[in-house]
């Protein structure tokens, strides 16, 4: 099937240099190009249209008027925004309803690769009622500011520690909080980090900016007062499982970029649980009654009851987010029976890590303690590569924690 573009820009030279642009997309795409918001909202409603990338600065309706626009009345639509970052756009990213925003002048293959993520993401909810409730969330969290400008930094070249650091600490709030998770125990640091930039020396600008969506995430979702479960304890379960993937990504000698991967979506592998009690509190109480009362796992009776689990669930988030696939894919499947790997990845890294968190802590007596997979299990190698992995575990801190990790308000 191919999917419908709708690109919203007053300037037509800029509309224009994407028509050339994309050219190469036209097997792929329909596209559709309007130059101004009133002129997109008629297209709208004349055809389907499946994604809206919008210029945020026109006359008239602006970009961030015409996205809430589109989310009222065609929440099912994905929503990029293309902003300069003036201060302007700052203040409209505020209460514009979107999924992405890109910054201007975007690259060609960077913005087709966002977009093919975005719209790959829908295929992991299967269940058409709940992706009308994912879609039509208001609050649905949106990438933070400063991870966009991280990425668009990296995507321009690569930028020294020192740069990445002063772009997260111009957030006040958002640098205290990091500063407060990566000197917690999770990291197994030998010394104090003071500053974003040596955090980003140390740890490196991809467990950077995976803390940071991390946080961002669970602060947003914290402040909906979604009571299913505890904050705190998942908060710990996904911090612990990441210092724990990282732990095997290095046993296993995985290189930079892959060990990085492995920590990132080790540390995101649950969200998917806050997204589901956010946008479907009835069905996520109806999961954790059985799941209380026949002392099943989470994801076996979600699968039973929703045709799909959490993990799914997160990945589409995160797929929406246009993170890097292999991060989203191991996300997605790590509840799976049927690994898509063969050999040892980050999918097994990041089902492995949750498995050995869950082995060594008891969240609550009336869940299941998780049962390995016999095929992951023979892809790693068996019972003693495992044993391995967890003798490896066995040096870090993973105590629960307490306020040293807590989230920042």
């Known amino acids: 099937m191919k999917h419908s573009i709708l690109f919203v820009d007053d300037e ?19 596209m559709l190009f309007a130059g101004s918001g009133q002129e997109a909202l008629d297209l709208l409603a004349k055809q389907e249209v499946h994604a809206i990338v919008s210029d945020m600065r026109m006359p008239g309706m602006d970009g961030s008027e015409l996205l809430r626009q589109v989310f009222l009345k065609y ?29 201007k002048p975007c690259d060609g293959k960077i913005l087709v690769e966002a977009l093919e993520r975005a719209l790959a993401a829908r295929s992991f909810v299967p269940n058409t009622t709940i992706l009308k409730k994912l879609m ?47 000197n917690s125990s999770f990291f197994g640091l030998r010394q104090h980090v003071a500053t974003p930039q040596q955090a980003v020396i140390i740890l490196g600008t991809s467990v950077i ?35 724990i993937g990282r732990a095997i990504a290095v046993a296993e000698g995985m290189g930079r970029g892959e060990a990085d ?21 009835e069905e996520c ?24 689990t959490h993990a799914e669930i997160g990945a589409y988030l995160l797929g929406l987010w246009g993170l890097p696939e292999a991060v989203v894919q191991a996300i997605a499947n790590h509840h799976s029976q049927s690994p898509q790997s063969q050999g040892r990845s980050i999918e097994d890294v990041v089902y492995f890590a ?42 870090l801190n993973l105590g629960q924690e307490g306020d040293a990790s807590r989230m920042g308000g």
Not at 78 to 96: C, N, P, Q, V, W
Not at 210 to 236: D, K, P, V, Y
Not at 355 to 376: C, G, S, W
């Open 136 to 182: 039509s969330l208001e609050n649905l969290p949106v990438l933070p500011m400063v991870y966009s400008q991280i990425t668009t930094e990296l995507n321009q070249g690569d930028p020294s520690p020192k740069r990445i650091g002063e772009i997260v600490a111009k957030d006040v709030g958002l640098s205290a909080n990091i500063l407060k998770l990566v």
């Open 209 to 243: 900016r995976s803390a940071i969506i991390s946080l961002h995430i669970f602060q947003t979702f914290e402040r909906m007062h979604c009571g299913q479960f505890s904050f705190q304890m998942l908060w710990n379960h996904c911090i612990r499982a990441s210092a």
């Open 12 to 30: 037509p030279n800029i509309l224009q240099g994407l028509k050339r642009l994309l050219r190469p997309m036209h097997d792929q795409w329909d």
């Open 285 to 308: 109480a109806q999961v954790l009654e059985e799941v209380r009362r026949s002392n099943r796992r989470v994801s076996d009776v979600e699968r039973e009851q929703l045709g799909m």
């Open 354 to 395: 949750n498995v050995i968190d869950h082995r060594m802590f008891v969240f609550n007596e009336q869940y299941a303690k998780p049962t390995l997979d016999p095929t992951r299990l023979q892809n790693i190698g068996g019972m003693g590569k495992l044993a391995q992995w967890e003798q490896a575990v066995m040096g």
């Open 261 to 281: 991967d492995a920590c990132t979506a080790t540390l995101l592998h649950d969200v998917g649980k806050l997204l589901l009690c956010a946008t479907c509190g």
């Open 75 to 103: 929440p099912e639509v994905i929503r990029f925004a293309l902003s300069g970052y003036s201060s302007h756009e700052k203040d409209s990213r505020l209460t514009a309803p979107t999924h992405q925003f890109l910054m």
